[in-house]
C-alpha cells in the first residue's frame, strides 16, 4: 500500500515494536529478537536525514556498551539524575521538552524510541504525529507496554514476515 506520510512536516516520531497487548519490554529487555525488525529500526532512523533519536535511561542503559551510542544518530537521554554521566558525544535531558528542544538544535528528524515512559510521554505531546509500529502477532510475557495510540489512524502496513516461529509486519500511524 503506497503511503507518503513521512514527507508530513517534521515532528516527533515514535519507533517500536509490540505484541498483541502491546507488551514492548520484559525486565529492563526486548521479550523477542527479530532480525529484521532491528534492520528496520536501523533503517528508519540511520537513513534518514540527520537523525536524533530520543530514549530513556533504562532503554540506554539496556542497549550493549559496544553499540552506543547508536551510530549514524545524535542520541539524547533523558534522566532525572542530576549526575547522570553519557559519553560526550551524547545529549543528556533532564525533562521531555528539553530533550525536544536539544533534538531540534542536533537534527532534522526526531524519533522517541523508548522505553515505555517515554512513549508515554511522547504521545501525549501534540508534537508527535506519526507512530512507525511493528505489530508482533503473538502475546509475550511482558512488564513494560505501549500506551494506546488515542487519535492515531492506521495509514500503511506491510505483509507479514516470518521469523522465529512468530510473525510481524511494519505499519505506520498518523494522527492529522
Ligand atoms: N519494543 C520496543 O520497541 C522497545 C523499545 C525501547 C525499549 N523497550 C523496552 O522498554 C523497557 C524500558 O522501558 P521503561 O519504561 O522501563 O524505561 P525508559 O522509558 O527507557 O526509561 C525510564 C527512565 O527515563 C527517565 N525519565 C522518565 N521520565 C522522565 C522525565 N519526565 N524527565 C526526565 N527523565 C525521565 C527516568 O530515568 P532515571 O531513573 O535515571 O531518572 C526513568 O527511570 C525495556 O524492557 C526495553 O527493552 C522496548
Given at each position: 500500500?503506497?503511503?507518503?506520510?513521512?514527507?508530513?512536516?517534521?515532528?516527533?516520531?515514535?519507533?517500536?515494536?509490540?505484541?498483541k497487548?502491546?507488551?514492548?519490554?520484559?525486565?529492563?529487555?526486548?521479550?523477542?529478537?527479530?532480525?529484521?525488525?532491528?534492520?528496520?529500526?536501523?533503517?528508519?532512523?540511520?537513513?534518514?536525514?540527520?537523525?536524533?533519536?530520543?530514549?530513556?535511561?533504562?532503554?540506554?542503559?539496556?542497549?550493549?556498551?559496544?553499540?552506543?551510542?547508536?551510530?549514524?544518530?545524535?542520541?539524547?537521554?533523558?534522566?532525572?539524575?542530576?549526575?547522570?554521566?553519557?559519553?560526550?558525544?551524547?545529549?543528556?535531558a533532564?525533562?521531555?521538552?528539553?530533550?525536544?528542544?536539544?533534538?531540534?538544535?542536533?537534527?532534522?528528524?526526531?524519533?522517541?524510541i523508548?522505553?515505555?515512559?517515554?512513549?508515554?510521554?511522547a504521545?501525549?505531546?501534540?508534537?508527535?504525529?506519526?507512530?512507525?509500529?511493528?505489530?508482533?502477532?503473538?502475546?509475550?510475557?511482558?512488564?513494560?507496554?505501549?500506551?494506546?495510540?488515542?487519535?492515531?489512524q492506521?495509514?500503511?502496513?506491510?505483509e507479514?514476515?516470518?521469523?522465529?516461529?512468530h510473525?510481524?509486519?511494519?505499519?505506520?500511524?498518523?494522527?492529522?
Open positions: 500500500m503506497a503511503d507518503k506520510t513521512t514527507d508530513m512536516i517534521p515532528g516527533l516520531e515514535l519507533v517500536v515494536a509490540a505484541d497487548n502491546m507488551g514492548i519490554g520484559r525486565e529492563g529487555d526486548l521479550p523477542w529478537r527479530f532480525k529484521k525488525d532491528m534492520a528496520f529500526f536501523r533503517e528508519t532512523t540511520q537513513d534518514a536525514a540527520n537523525p536524533v533519536v530520543i530514549m530513556g535511561r533504562k532503554t540506554w542503559e539496556s542497549i550493549p556498551h559496544r553499540f552506543r551510542p547508536l551510530k549514524g544518530r545524535y542520541n539524547v537521554v533523558l534522566t532525572r539524575q542530576s549526575d547522570y554521566q553519557v559519553p560526550p558525544n551524547v545529549g543528556l533532564h525533562s521531555f521538552d528539553d530533550a525536544v528542544a536539544l533534538a531540534k538544535t542536533m537534527g532534522d528528524r526526531y524519533f522517541i523508548g522505553g515505555g515512559h517515554i512513549y508515554g510521554l504521545l501525549a505531546s501534540p508534537d508527535t504525529h506519526i507512530v512507525h509500529l511493528t505489530e508482533v502477532d503473538a502475546e509475550f510475557s511482558c512488564d513494560t507496554f505501549l500506551p494506546a495510540l488515542d487519535g492515531f492506521r495509514v500503511w502496513w506491510d507479514w514476515i516470518e521469523e522465529g516461529g510473525r510481524f509486519r511494519f505499519t505506520r500511524w498518523v494522527r492529522p
